[in-house]
């Protein structure tokens, strides 16, 4: 299972031992300026034990045989002139050994937004696991997570009053093909698609209460 609740420090890597296995991931993220959130650091995850991970946050354990060395991933397609329009684009193939990729944005160029766009494409078998987290600067906490639970893909998300979710509980999507997820933020409302499935909405209607509505999901009030 996934960490409940606002991930504390020591709290966003525990996921990373629970599996190992061959990754294709691609991803693009886009934003539109406003006052809402400042994201600065976006993380593409493997799970896997002894994963390089950025130095203010926990490691991993590296177990009874000593900690494991890996290949790093190899990038396909990485666009410079890309990453400065602030549609962040490229592709990476993980080995076996996983492993973690990190972008964090110079101070001077953290984007305040309030609408976010979040596209990934993926082919993985794994069970449980992270795939992209966007994380703001510090101290605010705000953050997106985009993740695999029991085979089947979500996202979580905080703005600064609690966590919200929007799922596809409908079919998995770790069945080793390949699939585009496309995740839209506006304020607290959300929309998830896997390839060309049926779009899953979240509107949250009171989010001092936490009430939580979604739409071709299985949870609602």
């Known amino acids: 299972m996934l960490p409940k609740g606002k991930?504390?420090?020591?709290?966003?890597?525990?996921?990373?031992?629970?599996?190992?296995?061959?990754m294709l991931l691609g991803s693009a993220w886009g934003s539109s300026s406003s006052?809402?959130?400042?994201?600065?650091?976006?993380?593409?995850?493997?799970p896997t034990p002894g994963a390089p991970v950025p130095p203010a946050l926990p490691r991993p354990d590296h177990g009874p045989l000593g900690p494991r060395h890996h290949q790093p991933p190899v990038s396909i397609y990485r666009s410079p002139a890309s990453l400065r329009a602030?549609?962040?684009?490229?592709?990476?193939?993980?080995?076996k050994g996983g492993g973690l990729i990190t972008y964090t944005w110079p101070n001077?160029?953290?984007?305040?937004?309030?609408?976010?766009?979040?596209?990934?494409?993926?082919?993985t078998t794994i069970k449980d696991g992270i795939l992209v987290r966007i994380d703001s600067a510090p101290?605010?906490?705000?953050?997106?997570?985009?993740?695999?639970?029991?085979?089947?893909?979500?996202?979580t998300f905080n703005i600064g009053t609690v966590d919200i979710s929007v799922k596809e509980t409908t079919t998995?999507?770790?069945?080793?093909?390949?699939?585009?997820?496309?995740?839209?933020?506006?304020?607290?409302?959300?929309?998830?698609?896997?390839?060309n499935w049926p779009v899953n909405e979240h509107f949250p209607t009171d989010l001092s209460s936490g009430f939580e509505f979604i739409i071709n999901g299985s949870n609602s009030g």
């Open 139 to 155: 101290r605010l906490g705000d953050y997106i997570m985009l993740h695999i639970e029991q085979g089947k893909v979500g996202v």
């Open 35 to 46: 006052s809402s959130s400042s994201s600065s650091d976006l993380h593409l995850l493997s």
């Open 172 to 195: 998995a999507v770790n069945d080793g093909k390949y699939h585009l997820v496309r995740f839209t933020r506006n304020g607290g409302n959300a929309t998830l698609q896997v390839d």
């Open 86 to 95: 602030g549609h962040a684009g490229t592709t990476y193939i993980f080995g």
């Open 7 to 22: 991930p504390q420090e020591g709290q966003l890597y525990w996921m990373l031992p629970l599996a190992v296995g061959w």
């Open 108 to 123: 001077n160029e953290r984007p305040s937004t309030r609408t976010d766009r979040l596209a990934v494409g993926f082919s």
